[in-house]
C-alpha cells in the first residue's frame, strides 16, 4: 500500500489552463504539505495543513488554491497556468509539524 | 569520497568506498535535521534523523553528524552500493513547522 499518493504523475497543459493535483495518506498523519522542486531539484514548501486547517502559505501566488477536505487529503488547484509554473510537485505528510515528512512521488508539471 | 565545503553538488565514489555527504546549515536555533535520498523520478525518501541535543546518530549503513558550534551536518555511507546513487539533501526544522530543505547532493557510484 502506498502510504503517500499523488495523482497524476504527468501533468502537460497549455499556459491559461487550470489543473488539479490531488494527494491522499494512509499514515493516520495530521500534517499534510505541498513542495514545489525546481529544475536545479531545490526543494520549496508551498503550503502546510494541519487536521484541515492552513498553517503555512509559502508567499505562494493566490493562483495556487490548496484544499483539504479531511486530513488525509489535500489537493491542489492552480489557476491560469504559467510557463514558469513547470515543475514537480510532491505532497508529503507527518505525524507532527516539519517532522520526518513522507513524500509521495511527485507531479511533472509541464506548462506549454 | 567527501563533499568538502558548504556544499557540493557532485560527489563521485567507488563502490564499496565510504561516502561523506556534508551540509551547512542556516540557523542556530534549528533543533531537528534530517538527510533524505531521492532516486531518478521519486519523491525523497527518509534516510535518518538526528535532535540538536545529539551529536552522533547511526543506521543501518549510515551515520549522522551533527556539529552546532559551525552549523554543520554530515551523513556518512559505508560500503557505498550502485543502489546508493541518489541526490542527497539536508533539511532542518527552525522551530517554524516547517522543514526547509538545502540544495542536494548528487551522489554517482562507480563500478
Known amino acids: 500500500d502506498t502510504a503517500v499518493s499523488q495523482t497524476p504523475k504527468y501533468l502537460v497543459t497549455q499556459m491559461g489552463n487550470d489543473k488539479s493535483i490531488k494527494c491522499e495518506q494512509n499514515l493516520g498523519h495530521d500534517t499534510m504539505y505541498w513542495y514545489k522542486q525546481d529544475s536545479k531539484k531545490f526543494l520549496k514548501i508551498m503550503f502546510s495543513?494541519?487536521?484541515?486547517?492552513?498553517?503555512i502559505n509559502e508567499t505562494v501566488p493566490n493562483r495556487f488554491s490548496p484544499k483539504s477536505p479531511d486530513k488525509a487529503h489535500l489537493n491542489l488547484h492552480i489557476n491560469s497556468l504559467e510557463l514558469g509554473d513547470s515543475a514537480v510537485y510532491f505532497c508529503?505528510?507527518?505525524?507532527?509539524?516539519?517532522?520526518?515528512?513522507?513524500f509521495g512521488s511527485g507531479t511533472q508539471l509541464s506548462v506549454l | 569520497g567527501e563533499s568538502v565545503g558548504l556544499h557540493l553538488p557532485t560527489l563521485s565514489v567507488q563502490e564499496g568506498d565510504n561516502s561523506i555527504i556534508n551540509c551547512a546549515y542556516s540557523?542556530?536555533?534549528?533543533?531537528?535535521f534530517i538527510w533524505y535520498k531521492q532516486e531518478s523520478g521519486k519523491g525523497p525518501q527518509f534516510i535518518i534523523d538526528?535532535?540538536?541535543?545529539?551529536d552522533k546518530r547511526q543506521g543501518q549503513r549510515v551515520t549522522v553528524l551533527l556539529n552546532k558550534t559551525v552549523k554543520h551536518l554530515s551523513l556518512q555511507i559505508a560500503a557505498t552500493q550502485p543502489g546508493d546513487s541518489a541526490v542527497y539533501f539536508c533539511a532542518e526544522n527552525m522551530g517554524d513547522y516547517k522543514l526547509s530543505f538545502g540544495a542536494g547532493t548528487t551522489v554517482t557510484v562507480r563500478a
Open positions: 540557523n542556530s536555533a534549528s533543533d531537528y
Open positions: 538526528i535532535r540538536s541535543n545529539m
Open positions: 508529503a505528510s507527518s505525524q507532527r509539524d516539519g517532522e520526518k515528512l513522507f
Open positions: 495543513y494541519n487536521n484541515k486547517e492552513l498553517i
